[in-house]
């Protein structure tokens, strides 16, 4: 369970001591009074400067895992550690993307002004310099002649943007992005894929990233855990040795993009149909 | 304004028969004047003689006053009771056990502690106009949605931070209702309080002239309330829309 991938990003030789250590994760919740396992002893590293992806099926606990790594939600046990220290609480350094996008815009901001709360939360810059550096970000995501809208005057997909925007903004070291495409349109998702690539490796930040679509995980990702139903477990921990810039036609085609998907999409769904761990095995050593 | 016609055409009507029935003697004509007569010594009172008008200031002081004292008291203790729960614990009870009282049962505790003055009817009007706003307040505060909340927390903003930039906005819409819902209470208890003590503002000023037997006069200041309260929710409509633009659900554009 302990499985460790090595570290891809820039072919690194030497493995760092990783950013983001979870051990031993143990999560309930109480629903109508009968105890709910999400996770009983999970464990997981993410490397620095990495682009993890977390697949699963739905409810199987993607976003639980998430919060508490951000420190949003607190573990009943084990322990959460950012850059060796144990996170107790919100970690600075760390932005979480809702998945619920509509609920975590502020509705009485503008586009520009959502943009400014990220911006603002960690950086004080006079007026003039913010407002440049809110733009960029807002032509960065596409929004550029929006800035003044409010978000009742969005479609799903811009909303989504500008919530990615007031993230990405801060800079944070670790950026947890919960299914942040679900709401776009498969070019904007594309643009979207690209656009978040591209500031990674520009920025150079952490990125996990959970996502039900393998493909994507595959198309973003240097690592990908896959994890099964409740209580979670690690089923899968594949690193990605696609090599970065990944380009949507070129990378697509790769042979090795299309065997990626195919083993993980295989192992996930016939793991989700109950096939035993043996018939697993013969499955994926064909 | 255009849709509206409808609805002013049956007050128009309303008034018409009214009239027809009062000059036919088909109604008291002396407990009900015609519409004219009602009219006309609303002018008269209004902008001749001004005993109207000079009624009207008080009574608006005392709103206002009562009103503004509420909102910088129930606010503030309305966000309070929302975002701590301790506060909450302590306060919903009583709050929930002196709310049903009517707010015109307190004039006589008042009269007592403070006299017939303006301080007494001012402090009645405060005290009704408390209880809407601060309960839309707290339930505002809690209702706001824990996503934005938890996205105050990642973004690692002070607690302060968080009540003035997400809390206070989010809970914006109730806290207004409550301030509107208060300002009609405040017309009406600002009224009982004039009838039932004191030798001024609009409320005293019917009930007077209701003793003396004006009855024309008596109409046209209870006229004149549903005129004011209808500018006063007018006005406040419009300072609403202006705070809530961003929600996008009015129809005017
Ligand atoms: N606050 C909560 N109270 C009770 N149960 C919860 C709570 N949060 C999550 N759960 C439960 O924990 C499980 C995992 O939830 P989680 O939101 O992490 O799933 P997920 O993998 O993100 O699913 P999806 O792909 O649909 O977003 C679910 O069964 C959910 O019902
Ligand atoms: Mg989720």
């Not at chain 1, 998945?99 to 006079?126: C, D, M």
């Not at chain 1, 440049?132 to 596409?142: D, I, P, T």
């Not at chain 1, 776009?184 to 690209?194: C, K, N």
């Amino acid at each position: 369970m302990n499985a460790m991938a090595p570290a891809t990003n820039a072919g690194a030789t030497m493995r760092p001591a990783p950013i983001i250590e979870a051990r031993g994760l143990q999560r309930y919740f109480n629903v109508n009074g009968k105890r709910l396992t999400v996770f009983d002893g999970l464990s997981c590293a993410v490397q620095q400067g990495g682009f993890l992806s977390i697949v699963g099926p739905s409810g199987c606990g993607k976003s639980t895992l998430l919060k508490l790594i951000s420190g949003l939600d607190r573990p009943n046990g084990g322990e959460i550690l950012f850059r060796g220290k144990p996170v107790t609480g919100p970690a600075d350094g760390m932005i979480y993307v809702f998945q619920q996008y509509t609920k975590s815009i502020f509705p009485w901001r503008t586009v520009i002004q959502n943009i400014e709360f990220g911006l603002a939360s960690h950086k004080s810059l006079p007026r003039a310099q913010a407002r440049e550096k809110c733009m960029e970000y807002v032509k960065l995501v596409g929004l550029d002649g929006y800035e003044n809208h409010y978000p009742y005057q969005l479609s799903g997909g811009m909303q989504q943007r500008v919530v990615i925007a007031r993230a990405m903004i801060c800079e944070p070291a670790v950026l947890l992005m919960d299914e942040p495409f679900s709401a776009v349109d498969a070019l904007t998702r594309a643009l979207l894929q690209e656009l978040v690539l591209k500031i990674w490796s520009d920025i150079k930040f952490t990125v996990l990233f959970v996502t039900h679509d393998v493909e994507e995980a595959v198309f973003l990702s240097s690592q990908i855990i896959s994890l099964t139903k409740a209580p979670a477990t690690i089923h899968e921990n594949v690193a990605i040795d696609l090599p970065y810039p990944r380009d949507q036609i070129a990378t697509r085609a790769d042979p090795r993009f299309t065997d990626f998907r195919q083993r993980l999409f295989s192992s996930i769904f016939l793991q989700e149909k109950g096939i035993a761990p043996d018939d697993l095995k013969t499955i994926r050593s064909k | 304004m255009r849709r509206r016609w409808p609805g002013f055409l049956l007050i128009a009507v309303l008034l018409l028969a009214w009239e027809i029935s009062s000059a036919r003697g088909w109604i008291d004509p002396i407990t009900f004047p015609r519409i004219s007569v009602i009219f006309d010594s609303w002018l008269r009172t209004v902008w001749t003689t001004g005993d109207l008008t000079r009624q009207l200031l008080p009574s608006l002081g005392r709103i206002f006053s009562g009103f503004a004292l509420a909102c910088v008291v129930a606010i503030p203790l309305g966000l309070l009771m929302g975002s701590v729960s301790f506060v909450y614990r302590l306060l919903e009870p009583i709050t929930e056990f002196i709310r049903p009282i009517p707010s015109s049962a307190y004039i006589p505790v008042a009269i007592l502690f403070l006299g017939i003055g303006n301080e007494m009817k001012i402090f009645v009007v405060f005290l009704a106009c408390c209880f809407p706003i601060l309960l839309n307040t707290y339930g505002g505060v809690r209702g706001v949605d824990p996503v934005l909340i938890d996205t105050g927390r990642t973004f690692g903003v002070s607690k302060l931070t968080a009540a003035r930039q997400i809390i206070l906005p989010a809970a914006m819409p109730s806290i207004l209702t409550g301030m509107r819902i208060s300002l009609g209470i405040a017309l009406i208890v600002a009224v009982v309080a004039e009838m039932i003590t004191g030798n001024s503002g609009i409320g005293y000023f019917i009930l007077d002239m209701q003793r003396v037997f004006r009855v024309p006069e008596m109409f046209a200041g209870i006229f004149t309330l549903g005129l004011l309260g209808f500018l006063i929710n007018f006005v406040f409509l419009k300072i609403e829309s202006h705070f809530l633009r961003w929600r996008g659900t009015s129809v005017e554009a």
